[in-house]
């Protein structure tokens, strides 16, 4: 059984740093992309940002310029690095595996960015 747990989230205040963690288990992790994505109640989920199995990396927002993806095949963990937090980075982030015929989604971390 595929599990694929968020963690790290919580309150900081505007200004401050998180560091998200991905633990991925029951799956060949290597071969999948991780997809790191965050939703606001009413809004639709986005995509933050990809780490591929090639190593390609790719930001879909502009907090490219504050957020790192990162991975470790040999842990089995992903990770968002998130700098320079603003109120408007609240949401419920969540960490998803893609591959040509599967995707795994974790259950969500709350990052509430407020003073």
């Known amino acids: 059984q595929v599990q694929v747990v968020e963690s790290g989230g919580g309150l900081v205040r505007p200004g401050g740093s998180l560091k998200l963690s991905c633990s991925v288990s029951?799956?060949?992790?290597?071969?999948?992309?991780v997809n790191w994505y965050r939703q606001v109640p009413g809004k639709q989920r986005e995509r933050v940002a990809t780490?591929?199995?090639?190593?390609?990396?790719e930001y879909f927002t502009p907090e490219k310029e504050r957020f790192t993806i990162s991975r470790d095949n040999g842990k089995n963990m992903a990770y968002l690095q998130m700098d320079r937090l603003k109120p408007e980075d609240t949401a419920a982030y969540y960490c998803?595996?893609?591959?040509?015929?599967?995707?795994?989604w974790g259950q969500g971390t709350q990052v509430t960015v407020s003073s």
């Open positions: 998803n595996l893609r591959s040509l015929y599967r995707e795994y």
């Open positions: 029951g799956t060949i992790f290597a071969a999948f992309a």
């Open positions: 780490f591929r199995h090639n190593g390609e990396v």
